[in-house]
């Protein structure tokens, strides 16, 4: 008969083999598990990488078409966040650069505009540090990413991860246009 509310050489025998045989036998059956799921994700995300270097992805646009940023996990949300960001900064760069590249073009020794422009494209580099330092900054401040307390111990939450580079793809995409419209109105000034 069993004896519920005692020790008995039956109840230990059971928990020596929980113990000793099924618990360990069952956690590393779950961590093979999720490293199997690990190294899914680890693939799956080269392939995507892959993807969208050989598709050639250039625009956020064409970022949807390769890769669907809907219903995945955090770091998956934050992985696109981040990749968007990336595409936005590149086509940042080349605005800027056409920017600068028309500055440097119209600097003439005897060209009555060039102190002008010399003084734009002065303003210009330097206004470009300053963003780049304020919508770190701003988006810091804004989704509490990087911050931490006193301790060193981060004081956002896991979203953080997935807001930031969604705060400073916003700033760029706004940037963009900034830098796109002085370009245009340097180039109809000039006649271009």
Same mark, same amino acid.
């Given at each position: #008969?069993?004896?519920? %509310?005692?020790?008995?050489?039956?109840?230990?025998? @059971?928990? !020596?083999?929980?113990?000793?045989?099924?618990?360990?036998?069952?956690?590393?059956?779950?961590?093979?598990?999720?490293?199997? !799921?690990?190294?899914?994700?680890? +693939?799956?995300y080269s392939q995507?990488?892959? %993807?969208?270097?050989?598709?050639?992805?250039?625009?956020?646009?064409? @970022? =949807?078409?390769?890769?669907?940023?809907?219903?995945?996990?955090?770091?998956? #949300?934050?992985q696109c966040g981040?990749?968007?960001?990336?595409?936005?900064? +590149?086509?940042?760069?080349?605005?800027?650069?056409? @920017?600068?590249?028309?500055? =440097?073009e119209n600097i003439?020794? =005897?060209?009555?505009?060039?102190?002008?422009?010399?003084? #734009?494209?002065?303003?210009?580099?330097?206004?470009?540090?300053?963003?780049?330092?304020?919508?770190?900054?701003?988006?810091?401040?804004?989704? +509490?990413?990087?911050?931490?307390?006193?301790?060193?111990?981060?004081?956002?939450?896991?979203?953080?991860?997935?807001?930031?580079?969604?705060?400073?793809?916003?700033?760029?995409?706004?940037?963009?246009? %900034?830098?796109?419209?002085?370009?245009?109105?340097?180039?109809?000034?000039? +006649?271009?």
């Amino acid at each position: #008969m069993i004896k519920w %509310n005692e020790y008995t050489w039956y109840s230990k025998s @059971l928990a !020596v083999i929980f113990f000793l045989v099924v618990l360990p036998s069952w956690t590393f059956y779950i961590g093979t598990k999720y490293q199997e !799921v690990i190294n899914i994700k680890a +693939g799956a995300y080269s392939q995507i990488q892959m %993807n969208t270097e050989r598709a050639g992805v250039t625009t956020p646009e064409k @970022l =949807d078409e390769v890769m669907d940023c809907e219903g995945v996990s955090t770091s998956d #949300m934050a992985q696109c966040g981040y990749r968007d960001l990336k595409i936005q900064e +590149g086509l940042l760069n080349s605005e800027y650069k056409k @920017l600068v590249n028309f500055f =440097d073009e119209n600097i003439k020794e =005897d060209d009555v505009d060039s102190p002008a422009y010399q003084t #734009m494209k002065e303003s210009l580099v330097a206004s470009h540090v300053a963003w780049t330092k304020y919508a770190d900054e701003f988006c810091t401040v804004q989704t +509490g990413f990087g911050a931490a307390d006193k301790n060193g111990a981060p004081i956002s939450g896991t979203i953080a991860r997935i807001e930031y580079p969604m705060c400073k793809t916003d700033l760029t995409k706004i940037y963009i246009k %900034n830098i796109q419209a002085i370009s245009s109105s340097l180039v109809t000034e000039k +006649g271009y």
